[in-house]
């Protein structure tokens, strides 16, 4: 399935996504993380569109550890759960997204930074 | 007068199967908020797939996600790495792989309505249904080796042929269950406490279904039209009898109408299979390390699975992604018990299928 990836800036995101996303044509699939080591990580919003074959847009912004993360539950009620989860995963904040969903206070934390 | 009371349902609780919790917020007896607790099995899979395995072995750490739908994780792992390797399957492979793709949905959608007759008070029905469900797991053992947990998918093929004892045995056990099957829709249709007891119960509506993102048998009961075996040219479903199975009313209902449709196109499709399939190797040699970054969607028996696997030529991957049916499907599920009566809530969880291995990962 090939994917059209779309690079953004962290801080046009919102806007980029609220200008792309229409539920009745596109399907959220999730949010996710990648350690690109050196302090940064790279965010993906990834969509397929209903009703058409291979069709995969993946939203990508490149940003540091500490920055801290809009959140898009509010354009897509669903990605709460997926934010939680790179939240417990790599460590970064999103906004209202709270820690906990899988790690417990006393477990390993942030586990897919590569540096851990 | 209104009274609100906090009741939990889970993390371990009689209707349920695999640990969750939920907390409800009842206004007398309907629900009104809903909190859902989903981590008490996570077992760091995601870590483990790039720096514990090597790329090779992965495909059998993802098989381990989730015992029911195990087939579904190795194939969409190995379709990952075989589109990053250059490589695609012959015509026999992939009939090979829909072939087993098609049963695990069979004897999971058949899981499912045990439980849901459990949950109606049919115990001795659910266990009619799982002792039916066994016609399919013989097969499954048949071919694979395993009942559960098959690690039949490999990368370049399959780990194992169908042979023509294997054709006959299958055809043997689809025709044997093809009428218990007819059998079960007739009750899910007439028997009142399985049908209109279950009707406007736990319903999920189409636009509901839209901005939450549902997916599968949860989606289509709804209305929305998507299935992944539709949306993607990796199998060619089209050839052997693929029939997109939908209902309207969102509710208990339709999503048992769904699962019981799907069983019977499913059955259809298998025989299809069988009795048409291609010549060729069943395995072949695939050559290299996986480089780039690859997205796959594979229709599991909840919905679609999801993988984004990256490599750089290494050893160890540099990301497996995994989003499973179920944890896509929770935004939706809180959704729809939002206004639904308290007793009411093991029924509607049972119609959802969770499945808190594949969640968790």
Not at chain 2, 94 to 111: C, F, G, W
Request: hydrophobic residues 40%.
């Amino acid at each position: 399935m090939p994917i059209r990836k779309v690079e953004i800036r962290l801080e046009d995101m919102l806007d980029e996504l609220t200008t792309f996303y229409d539920a009745k044509v596109w399907h959220f699939l999730t949010v996710n993380g990648i350690d690109l080591g050196d302090g940064k990580i790279e965010l993906q919003w990834i969509f397929s569109k209903y009703g058409v074959k291979d069709e995969t847009v993946l939203f990508s912004a490149v940003t540091a550890y500490e920055t801290k993360v809009p959140s898009v539950v509010s354009l897509i009620p669903s990605a709460t759960l997926s934010e939680r989860e790179i939240v417990d995963m790599f460590g970064v904040e999103i906004e209202g997204a709270a820690k906990g969903l899988y790690l417990d206070e006393d477990s390993l934390t942030m586990p897919l930074r590569c540096s851990l | 007068m209104k009274k609100v009371v906090n009741i939990p349902l889970g993390s371990q609780h009689i209707s349920l199967l695999e640990p969750i919790r939920f907390q409800f917020t009842t206004e007398n007896e309907k629900i009104i908020e809903v909190g859902a607790d989903v981590g008490f099995v996570h077992r760091g899979i995601e870590k483990a797939c790039s720096e514990t395995f090597e790329w090779k072995k992965v495909g059998y750490v993802v098989a381990r996600v989730c015992g029911l739908c195990a087939i579904t994780h190795s194939l969409s792992y190995t379709l990952a790495v075989e589109r990053l390797l250059g490589y695609e399957a012959n015509e026999r492979i992939k009939y090979l792989r829909m072939l087993m793709v098609e049963l695990d949905r069979i004897h999971s959608h058949m899981l499912c309505l045990a439980h849901v007759s459990e949950n109606a008070g049919f115990e001795a029905m659910f266990m009619q249904i799982m002792a039916d469900r066994e016609l399919v797991m013989d097969i499954q053992e048949a071919i694979s080796g395993n009942r559960v947990q098959f690690d039949y998918i490999a990368i370049g093929g399959v780990n194992r042929d169908v042979t023509p004892e294997l054709v006959n045995m299958i055809h043997k056990n689809l025709d044997e269950l093809r009428p218990k099957i007819d059998d079960l829709m007739e009750r899910f249709s007439n028997n009142w406490s399985l049908s209109l007891k279950y009707k406007g119960v736990g319903v999920l509506t189409l636009d509901e279904a839209y901005i939450y993102n549902a997916l599968g048998p949860l989606a289509r009961a709804s209305g929305l039209k998507t299935d992944v075996r539709a949306e993607s040219s990796d199998f060619p479903y089209e050839d052997v009898g693929y029939e997109m199975i939908f209902e309207s009313s969102g509710d208990i209902y339709a999503r048992n109408m769904v699962r019981l449709r799907e069983i019977i196109n499913s059955i259809t499709m298998c025989e299809n299979i069988i009795d048409n399939l291609p010549t060729g190797e069943i395995i072949e040699k695939v050559k290299g390390k996986p480089e780039g970054e690859v997205v796959v969607r594979v229709e599991a028996p909840r919905g679609e699975l999801f993988y984004l696997v990256k490599g750089s030529r290494k050893n160890f991957l540099d990301r497996v992604r995994i989003k499973t049916p179920t944890f896509s499907a929770i935004p939706a599920m809180m959704e729809v018990f939002k206004g639904s009566e308290y007793a009411d809530a093991p029924a509607i969880l049972a119609s959802f299928d969770p499945c808190m291995s594949c969640t968790a990962k």
